[in-house]
Every structure is written in structure tokens, then in C-alpha cells.
């Protein structure tokens, strides 16, 4: 053994051993139970960055662990490798999308394999390769099949710089999630898959995941979903048999209603739309416009609208009110019409305010003029200064009024179902997925379209259908596939004769939606996945990811389970037990702020500086204070996500060669809790290898010693050996409830408490007792299993070297430390003694000493027998293992 830590050739050594034992390969073992460890895979992007690093660094500890407590551990990775950003840089660099995915494959898979993570490589798929989009498209035919898959005309999210369509998930907002420019709106024929099949589904079952999943990330998705649970009520048009449906989740407020609103497109606008002034034409032509630009269903946009002419009718009130068009009422939710009520809901209320709508109160708050408290006298009395939207008691509302809104809401939708203009109802904010996308890099859609026989799909017999290898990806909008005659020219799979291809891919989230089920059999030709392989090992037990895929790739992922329980794949309901939402890697940014007279919002542009260029000044906290580049000039900081565009990215690779994996792995586990964002810090890594340099020259010093430590416990110990082991107990207790809770951080600062109890075992190896070294072997051994998840190539070192075994942990089968409930307990507490409320002293007793013998302790202490001399004990109070307090007077 080396006197000094030499991370790149020990972790070369360990990192061939593993490749060439097949240390991390998992097969099916059924006398163990399994544990399938999965993080987010990659987009092969040409570089990892250190969020990967973080990410991958916490599935890994995990994995380690797992293993280390018997467990079978399945922990594969692959590559997110179709999208747009390989097609973009086909465009720039005239290069194939699939020569320059390839590389950067290859040249990510070395970055992973130089951290040292614990991957079974043999499992390793790639999205863009035709043995795994084949299987994209065998789905595809399947929810067709099903009838989950369909096609038609509609309006879609459209970016104009990207080209391609979005679905409303990655339009969240208004902008593109991709490259942040406004989106449009644009009529396309599409595919979509009917993810509003499984709305319900997808609310219920997160009963199964809500101790398992973040609620913030559950929270997102039921917000998301978005179900409603109210009713339909159908407004006829006056001097016409037209109706007007909308849906409403207060049907007890109907007669506060001033009028309908419809969105610009709706039927009944385009029925009667010659017959509107040219105000009111110009009016809707204008809300029709701006709508292309705006798609955020959240967005707090300024309300305008016109009143159309038309005459609604009230069904239960029998009033006339107008039908107004409006710009915040959209046609792809709900009904596409809404019941203004202004006095009710905050929204209306601004429409009725800005156009000078009628308001009429039609619910009060609860209880009886003279028992309305302070602040509900304030909600009625301000009524028209604010929309009271809370349920209460009904008023102005004919036969309802004094009726409770909830007992009313059940009344009156019966009543509206019995008079045919009305019936219960359930509505989602939840859209289908449209999956269509203008682009060469994606899974080609198998669909066939013969003039004879319509829409065909593809034969199972024929799949993949396969990308062209040659084609000229130019960024028009058009899909590139529509040029390639080759591709496009086929033959119909029904009649035979001549037809065309679909010549749109599909969304990339399709490939992520099912990629962990093919990491459990990625060799099958005939199916996705084998069921009975699969049910094995799913669902994945931990998941680990970022939250921003929370309404996108998570929901996504949910849905496509569902379907593959109905197509008999899998038995279970939801595809991950576990989800870990890490937080983000972030460091200091320095920049100038120029002028850009080209931004319509006057907003500077940023020009961003390496922080190795920056002259930087703090205070004693560390807060910068000013910040200068080599010419002088001032610089604004600021903390921003990790990215080279920003000056402050760091490249995993260069920390790698200076401080070794190892010590990258355990500092961004220790610099901050897994869901926290983590400020990256160079002088952070400096003390992990600090940290690891004196486990190493602790182990090398006790090296010969440990050897030759007796291997049946001693049955005597001095009170420091008993000290040390009560401290490697209580340090292996706590970090095995750290894992279980998933927390890294704290585990490594517990690792950093017992290397230094290790260190104050003032015992020589040349004369220490029998005992003492069995101590020190037993807290060693421990430090170095449990720092084996967060550095295993130093681990595996030193564990070799302590047993004299070159294969080290994995190979030995090596098991994390057991806790030993009676060697994790102090041999003594020290308890404060108070006499009337103040502390006057403290004794020292057995843990589990009882109430009489910590009465009889405190009462015998010298300097309490001082304070209770020639005084009446009225009362002694005994807290267990706090506290004793005795009462005295005199």
C-alpha cells in the first residue's frame, strides 16, 4: 500500500477491475430482493456538466448501498439521443444528426465510465438506434389499435424558431421549453395520443406514489390534470333554436349571471357572424390574432372583449343577457363558453368593470345578519369593490334563496337534468398529447396513407421503419422526410398498391415515456420488453430526476403505464415507487450589462466573464463587494444555473484529473441536501480530497495491525475502545436512516465524526492492546463500507488492503455495517438536577436507570444536599432520561 493517495491510479485500477469482473451486471436472482435504481438518462449533448455529475453521483450512492445491504440492484443508463438540437447542429455544421449523436455518445459514455459509476453497460440503449425505435413505433401501432392514437385537424403550439410543433406541457407559459421564443398558434393536421383517457387514472392512482413522490411534484400534476366537477347548462339563443352550452363548477350563482362569454372561435360566433356589426367583426378578427401569439392558459393577460348582439336566455331565471366574444375565454377548454359572474368570481368581475356590466350579489356569506362576524360585514358591504368567490348562503336566486351553495349546486343541477337544458358534469384542464413533430431526428410515424384504402398502419412485420441515411435537413418548418421520394414512396400493407408515408416523427418524449422497461430485456428483436423479465424487476424503485419534468415526462410516463397495463405488459398501475427531485448546480456569474436598442422591453444585454478573469473583492462573509475585469471595468454578480454561455460551467472531466472522481462524487453529495441547489465551490472539493487523503494515511499507518486484528470479539474493553465503537454504532445507525430517507449530505459529515473519533483513539499500533485493535479494525472497517457509496474506488482500495484480499469490497461480497443496539448506547447519561426551576448540578447514570434510582442519585449529590439543607422537600419531578427537578420550601 501506497503511503500517499494516488486518485487516477486507483481509480483506473478499480474501474478496470469492475469492466473486466462484470462487478455491476445484474441478472435475475430470485433468492434476493431486488432494488431497481434509475436516473433520468441523458440527452447526448457532446459534454456532461456537473448537474449530471450530481445527478448521477446520488443514484450511484444509492446503488452502492443497496448492494452493500444485500439486495439485487438493477442500475442501468442510455442515451435521450433523438431531438432538435442534433438536427440544428446538422443544419450549422453540415454533418449527419446520427455521426454526431454517435460521438458524442461515445465521448459521454467516457466522462460516466471515468466517475466510476456502478452502470450495467451491457444494457445501454440509445433512442436513435432502429432496435429501440422500432419498438416506439410497435407502441404507436398499438394505441392505434386501442384507439389512443388518432389524427386531426387542430390548432397547435408552433414555434416559430424551432420550427416544430409543441404540446401544451412544453408550451407552458406562452414560450417554448426548449428555446424560450414566444409561441404561435397554427392549424395542422396531427397525431395525438388520448392521454384524457386516463384523467381520472392518473388523479386516483397517485394514492399509490403520494409517500413515495414529492407533493410539490404531485401538486404540479393535479393542477395540471385539472379535473372539475360540476355541471353543463345550455343557454338558448333568443329568436333561433341555437344553444349555448357551458360548463360551471357554481351552478348556485347562475342567477348573478350578466351574460355568457365565448371564445372568438366558437360555433355560435361563426354561425352568426355576418350578421355582427363591423365593430364587433373587427373586435373578434383582433382576439383571434393575438391568441396566435399567446397559449399560456395562466398567463394574466388584459381582458377585452365585444358584446356580439345575440340574446342568451337564462334557463332558470328566464332574463335575456348578452353574448359577449372575449380573448380570455379559450375554445379548447371546457365548452368554449363561460357564465360571467362578477360578483362571484374575480375574473368576471374585471370584465364586468372595464365594460360596466351589471354586478348582482346572488351569495352571502354564512349565518344571520347579526351573527356575520367583522370581516364578512366587510366582504358584503365591499361587494362591488371585490368578487366574493367562497360558498355561503344563497340570496336573490328565486326558490334557492337561504339554501347552503353546496345543498343548492346538488338541487339545481338536478333541477336543470330534469328539465332537459342542463346535467352534471366533470371537465379537466388535461389536453391530449399532441405527438406530431416536423422533424428529420425522431422515430418516423407508422402510418400509411393509400388512396384507396385511407389511413393504414404500418404491418408489425415491417417495423422499423427506418430514417432515410441521407437527407437535407434545411429548418423550414416542412418535415425534411417529405423530400426523401425513397422514404415517402411505399406500398399500401392492406391493398398493395402504390401509397405514402407519414412523414412526421414523433415527439422525443415518446422515446423516455417506456426507456427504463427496455433496460430490463434491451436484447428482445420481438417485443418491447419480455412481461415476465419486466415484472421482475418493475416498477423502478427510485427514480431520481429533475422537477421541471414534472408535468411533461412524468405525466407522460404515467399515462404510457397505463396503456401498457391495458395492453396486458405489465400488472402494476404506476411505473416509479420513488421519485427524488435533486436541485439544480449553480455558481457565480460575472457580467456587463450593454444597452440592446434592438429589444422591445429596453433590456440590456448581458456580455458574461470567466470567473478566472474577474478581480474579486468580498467581505468577511464572503459577500462580493465588487467585482472588476483585467481592463477595469465593473462587473455585476450574480448565481445562476451552471452553463459555459455564462463563463461559470466546470468541466467534470478537468475536476476529474485534479481531484479524482472520488472526490467530485463525495463533495457535490456533502456541499448540500439532494433537493437543494447546490453553489459549486472549487475549495469544497479541496477538502474532500483532504478528507480522503487522512482515511488513507490513517489505514496506512494501522495497515500491518488491522491484518492481524483478532477475529472473535474481545470480551473486555478499555473505556475509550468502548467510546469508539459506541461511536462507529451510533454513526452506523445514522447514516443507514440517512439512506433510507434519502439524505447524502449528512452521512458524509457523520463519516467526517468518525474518522476524527478515530483519529483521538490516542493508541499506538505497535503497542496498543488486542482489544484496542479490534476497535480500531471494527470502526475502520465500517468507515470504509459506509464511504464506499460516496468514493468507491478509495474504499475498495482500503478495504483490500485492510482484509489482505485484492479483490476488495464487491468481490468479497461485502455487507454495510449491522448496528448493535447495546454498543450504540451510552454506558452513561449525564442528567441535570434542578432545584426549584434552577440548575444547581448534574449526575451521571445508567441509560435505562429508573425513577427511584435517579431520585436517590440526585438527593445523595454534594452540592444538592448544599442547596436543600434545613429545607422541605415538597415534591421530587422525575423526566426519564432529562430530568430531575426537586421542589423544596424553607
Keep these: 500500500m501506497d503511503e500517499k493517495y494516488f486518485a487516477a491510479k486507483i481509480e483506473d485500477k478499480w474501474q478496470t477491475k469492475w469492466r473486466e469482473s462484470g462487478a455491476f451486471e445484474a441478472e435475475i436472482e430470485d433468492d434476493k430482493p431486488k432494488f431497481y435504481q434509475l436516473e433520468m438518462l441523458p440527452y447526448p449533448s457532446g459534454n456532461l456538466h456537473m448537474g449530471h455529475v450530481r445527478n448521477y453521483s446520488i443514484g450511484d450512492a444509492l446503488a452502492w448501498y443497496k448492494r452493500l445491504k444485500g439486495f439485487n440492484v438493477l442500475h442501468p443508463i442510455g442515451w435521450d439521443s433523438f431531438g432538435q438540437p442534433a438536427e440544428e447542429a446538422a443544419i450549422k455544421r453540415g454533418v449527419n444528426p446520427r455521426d454526431w449523436t454517435e460521438e458524442n455518445i461515445n465521448y459521454m459514455r467516457g466522462q460516466l465510465q471515468r466517475l466510476g459509476l456502478s452502470y450495467d453497460w451491457r444494457r445501454e440503449m440509445a433512442a436513435h438506434r432502429p432496435d429501440y425505435y422500432k419498438f416506439d413505433q410497435w407502441f404507436f401501432l398499438k394505441m392505434y389499435e386501442m384507439g389512443l392514437a388518432y389524427k386531426k385537424l387542430s390548432q397547435v403550439n408552433w414555434c416559430p424558431n424551432e420550427k416544430a410543433t409543441l404540446s401544451n406541457e412544453q408550451a407552458s407559459g406562452g414560450i417554448c421549453w426548449r428555446c424560450g421564443w414566444a409561441v404561435e398558434k397554427k392549424d395542422l393536421e396531427q397525431w395525438f395520443f388520448r392521454t384524457t383517457a386516463y384523467a381520472d387514472q392518473l388523479l386516483d392512482d397517485m394514492s399509490e406514489i403520494e409517500t413515495g413522490w414529492a407533493e410539490k411534484v404531485l401538486k404540479r400534476q393535479r393542477d395540471w390534470i385539472g379535473r372539475s366537477e360540476g355541471a353543463f347548462v345550455d343557454f338558448a339563443i333568443k329568436g333561433s333554436n341555437e344553444k349555448i352550452r357551458v360548463f360551471t363548477t357554481r351552478i348556485d350563482t347562475i342567477f348573478g349571471v350578466n351574460a355568457i362569454v365565448v371564445a372568438a372561435e366558437h360555433g355560435i360566433v361563426e354561425a352568426n357572424y355576418e350578421n355582427f356589426s363591423g365593430e364587433a367583426k373587427a373586435s373578434i378578427e383582433k382576439i383571434k390574432a393575438d391568441k396566435l401569439k399567446v397559449t399560456d392558459r395562466e398567463a394574466e393577460i388584459e381582458k377585452e372583449?365585444?358584446?356580439?348582439?345575440?340574446?342568451?336566455?337564462?334557463?332558470?331565471?328566464?332574463?335575456?343577457?348578452?353574448?359577449?366574444?372575449?380573448?380570455?375565454?379559450?375554445?379548447?377548454?371546457?365548452?368554449?363558453?363561460?357564465?360571467?359572474?362578477?360578483?362571484?368570481?374575480?375574473?368576471?368581475?374585471?370584465?364586468?368593470?372595464?365594460?360596466?356590466?351589471?354586478?348582482?350579489?346572488?351569495?352571502?356569506?354564512?349565518?344571520?345578519?347579526?351573527?356575520?362576524?367583522?370581516?364578512?360585514?366587510?366582504?358584503?358591504?365591499?361587494?362591488?369593490?371585490?368578487?366574493?368567490?367562497?360558498?355561503?348562503?344563497?340570496?336573490?336566486?328565486?326558490?334557492?334563496?337561504?339554501?347552503?351553495?353546496?345543498?343548492?349546486?346538488?338541487?339545481?343541477?338536478?333541477?336543470?337534468?330534469?328539465?332537459?337544458?342542463?346535467?352534471?358534469?366533470?371537465?379537466?384542464?388535461?389536453?391530449?398529447?399532441?405527438?406530431?413533430?416536423?422533424?428529420f431526428w425522431g422515430a418516423p410515424i407508422p402510418i400509411v396513407y393509400c388512396a384507396k384504402c385511407g389511413v393504414v398502419p404500418e404491418r408489425y412485420e415491417n417495423l422499423p421503419i427506418e430514417l432515410p441515411e441521407k437527407v437535407e435537413i434545411t429548418g423550414t418548418g416542412e418535415s425534411p422526410l417529405a423530400k426523401v421520394e425513397s422514404f415517402v414512396n411505399t406500398i399500401c400493407p392492406k391493398c398493395g398498391e402504390a401509397a405514402k408515408r407519414e412523414t412526421d416523427t414523433m415527439d422525443t418524449f415518446v422515446d423516455s415515456c417506456w426507456y427504463y422497461f427496455r433496460y430490463t430485456d434491451p436484447k428482445n428483436t420481438e417485443m418491447p420488453f419480455d412481461p415476465k423479465i419486466a415484472a421482475y424487476w418493475a416498477p423502478v424503485d427510485q427514480y431520481i430526476g429533475g422537477d421541471d419534468h414534472a408535468v411533461m415526462h412524468l405525466i407522460y410516463t404515467r399515462f404510457w403505464t397505463k396503456a401498457m397495463r391495458d395492453m396486458g405488459l405489465v400488472d402494476f398501475n404506476e411505473p416509479v415507487k420513488r421519485l427524488l427531485t435533486q436541485g439544480m448546480v449553480i455558481g457565480e456569474t460575472f457580467y456587463d450589462e450593454i444597452p440592446n436598442p434592438d429589444d422591445p422591453e429596453g433590456k440590456g444585454k448581458r456580455v458574461y466573464y470567466a470567473p478566472s478573469s474577474v478581480s474579486v473583492e468580498r467581505d468577511a462573509k464572503g459577500k462580493i463587494t465588487s467585482a472588476k475585469a483585467a481592463d477595469g471595468t465593473s462587473l455585476k454578480s450574480a448565481i445562476e444555473r451552471m452553463s459555459k454561455s455564462k463563463g461559470n460551467g466546470v468541466d467534470p472531466d478537468e475536476m476529474v484529473e485534479i481531484y479524482g472522481a472520488d472526490a467530485a462524487r463525495l463533495f457535490v453529495l456533502f456541499a448540500a441536501p439532494a433537493e437543494n441547489e447546490l453553489v459549486w465551490n472549487e475549495s469544497g472539493i479541496e477538502g474532500a480530497v483532504r478528507f480522503l487523503q487522512r482515511v488513507w494515511r490513517f489505514v496506512w499507518k494501522w495497515n500491518d495491525a488491522l491484518k492481524n486484528a483478532p477475529q472473535t470479539e474481545p470480551d473486555e474493553f478499555s473505556a475509550d475502545a468502548r467510546k469508539l465503537r459506541r461511536k462507529t454504532h451510533q454513526t452506523i445507525k445514522r447514516i443507514t436512516e440517512n439512506f433510507e430517507s434519502l439524505q447524502f449530505n449528512t452521512p458524509v459529515a457523520a463519516l467526517m465524526e468518525l474518522s476524527n473519533a478515530v483519529y483521538d483513539f490516542r493508541v499506538e499500533p505497535e503497542t496498543a492492546a488486542a482489544s484496542d485493535v479490534y476497535a480500531i479494525g471494527e470502526a475502520v472497517e465500517s468507515l470504509i463500507l459506509m464511504l464506499a457509496p460516496f468514493a468507491p474506488h478509495a474504499s475498495e482500495e482500503l478495504y483490500a488492503q485492510i482484509i489482505g484480499n485484492e479483490n476488495g469490497i464487491l468481490a468479497n461480497n461485502a455487507r454495510f455495517p449491522e448496528y448493535r443496539e447495546e454498543l450504540g448506547k451510552a454506558d452513561e447519561i449525564e442528567i441535570p438536577v434542578q432545584i426549584n426551576g434552577k440548575l444547581r448540578s448534574r449526575v451521571s447514570v445508567a441509560p435505562d436507570a429508573a425513577n427511584a434510582e435517579l431520585e436517590s442519585m440526585a438527593l445523595a449529590d454534594a452540592k444538592v444536599q448544599e442547596y436543600t439543607a434545613g429545607k422541605d422537600i415538597v415534591k421530587i419531578i422525575v423526566v426519564p432520561k432529562r430530568l430531575v427537578n426537586i421542589v423544596v420550601k424553607g
Design 305 to 439: 372583449g365585444v358584446d356580439t348582439g345575440l340574446k342568451a336566455v337564462n334557463p332558470f331565471s328566464g332574463e335575456e343577457l348578452p353574448v359577449w366574444a372575449a380573448n380570455y375565454v379559450l375554445i379548447e377548454y371546457g365548452t368554449g363558453a363561460v357564465m360571467s359572474v362578477p360578483a362571484h368570481d374575480e375574473r368576471d368581475f374585471e370584465f364586468a368593470r372595464k365594460y360596466d356590466l351589471p354586478i348582482r350579489v346572488v351569495i352571502e356569506p354564512r349565518g344571520n345578519p347579526d351573527e356575520i362576524s367583522n370581516d364578512n360585514k366587510l366582504a358584503i358591504d365591499e361587494m362591488l369593490d371585490s368578487a366574493f368567490s367562497e360558498y355561503g348562503v344563497l340570496i336573490n336566486s328565486g326558490e334557492w334563496n337561504g339554501k347552503q351553495s353546496e345543498d343548492a349546486k346538488k338541487e339545481m343541477t338536478g333541477y336543470a337534468e330534469q328539465r332537459g337544458f342542463g346535467e352534471a358534469a366533470t371537465t379537466y384542464r388535461l389536453r391530449d398529447w399532441g405527438v406530431s413533430r416536423q422533424r
